[in-house]
């Protein structure tokens, strides 16, 4: 008989529950980890409610979760060769790319040419099983080696972090750059804790309520979205100019175009919000004014840099987790995510 585990398993569009199910075993150049902490994504919300239908998940019943950490229990075939081994502490990603495409071959695995492919990529909680369960098992291309002290809670916000750091790289920013970011909610306040690493010379929050009064209190300077034209705001802020980089984190066809309204001539726009709707764009002056606008996918190489980072704590992530439940209180724990109760901003779930 197999060994049995705990996994939320969602059975259909927003109906999930809690099963024992059997403990995976880990194949070639695969790793079986016990799970420690997961974190809830705001993607995950989607994924749940199924609305990205055929694609995350391929199909149901299905377990999701891809913020993790845990410590290694098993090694399958070839990983020990490559220096894993059982007690490894570890943070995941979701990503497992073919590794042997033009894109992978150039460090742009996020965006393999092989995505979805059975046998050649895997993404974690998205395309298949992920970490909302007392065990995962992840590809050794996919967990990240994390420092003894730090603790697990935090580690499970580290491929966040480390999408937040890919999304200052895709917007280009350097140095002394003035940067607006749109969304308040914890992927905006990692953004803006990356910016600040990276040398921004000026940092603004762009948001509403409680989360903006959080960036508020991290030390950044903020504006309310819901009591001016936030890209007029922007402007009144930067001389007239407006921002070097504005990073997108809300999703919302609203702020995207804010975004594109905010930056000077010349500026850099990268999007990691997933807008679920198509969004109008002035694409006449955005040519004219040589606008740069990027999508963000994950994260691209960018784990190992981030996590030195939060080592020193100048990405502060255990400032942003606000709850911790069980993976039992799982229902209550989404609750209070989805519907922002008590001032929400990361939720933790241990297994």
């Not at 003035?178 to 690493?197: D, K, Y």
């Not at 407006?242 to 804010?258: F, H, K, R, Y």
């Not at 980072?309 to 606000?322: G, H, M, P, S």
Request: glycine share 12%; aromatic share 6%.
């Amino acid at each position: 008989m197999h060994a049995m585990m705990d996994a939320l398993v969602v059975e259909a569009p927003s109906r999930f529950d809690l099963r024992r199910v059997p403990i995976p075993e880990p194949g070639r150049h695969e790793v079986l980890c016990r799970v420690r902490a997961v974190a809830i994504c705001g993607t995950d919300t989607h994924i749940i409610a199924g609305e990205f239908p055929g694609f995350w998940p391929k199909e149901f019943p299905f377990t999701p979760g891809h913020e993790w950490s845990g410590e290694v229990v098993s090694v399958g075939q070839g990983s020990a060769d490559l220096g894993w081994a059982t007690g490894d502490r570890v943070a995941g990603t979701s990503h497992a790319a073919c590794g042997v495409c033009r894109n992978c071959v150039e460090g742009r695995y996020n965006v393999c040419e092989n995505y979805g492919r059975d046998g050649l990529h895997t993404q974690y909680g998205h395309n298949a099983p992920g970490a909302y369960a007392g065990y995962v098992v992840h590809s050794i291309k996919s967990v990240f080696r994390i420092p003894d002290h730090l603790g697990f809670d935090e580690a499970a916000l580290l491929d966040p972090a480390a999408i937040a750091l890919h999304t200052n790289v895709r917007g280009g920013v350097r140095p002394g750059d003035t940067v607006a970011i749109t969304g308040a909610g914890v992927m905006g306040l990692l953004v803006a804790e990356c910016a600040r690493a990276m040398g921004a010379g000026r940092v603004i929050v762009v948001g509403r309520g409680p989360r903006l009064r959080k960036a508020r209190e991290l030390g950044y300077e903020t504006v309310d979205a819901t009591a001016v034209d936030p890209a007029e705001a922007i402007r009144g802020l930067t001389d007239g100019l407006g921002a070097d980089v504005a990073l997108e984190c809300a999703g919302v066809p609203d702020t995207l175009q804010w975004c594109v309204r905010m930056l000077r001539r010349g500026g850099r726009c990268a999007v990691v919000g997933i807008p679920m709707s198509d969004v109008a764009l002035p694409i006449q002056s955005m040519v004219l004014d040589e606008i740069d606008l990027v999508g963000v996918r994950a994260s691209a190489g960018e784990m190992a840099r981030v996590i030195p980072l939060v080592e020193a704590k100048r990405i502060r992530v255990a400032d942003l987790i606000t709850h911790r439940y069980s993976l039992r209180e799982f229902p209550a724990a989404f609750k209070t995510f989805v519907e922002r109760q008590d001032g929400v901003l990361k939720v933790i779930v241990h297994p």
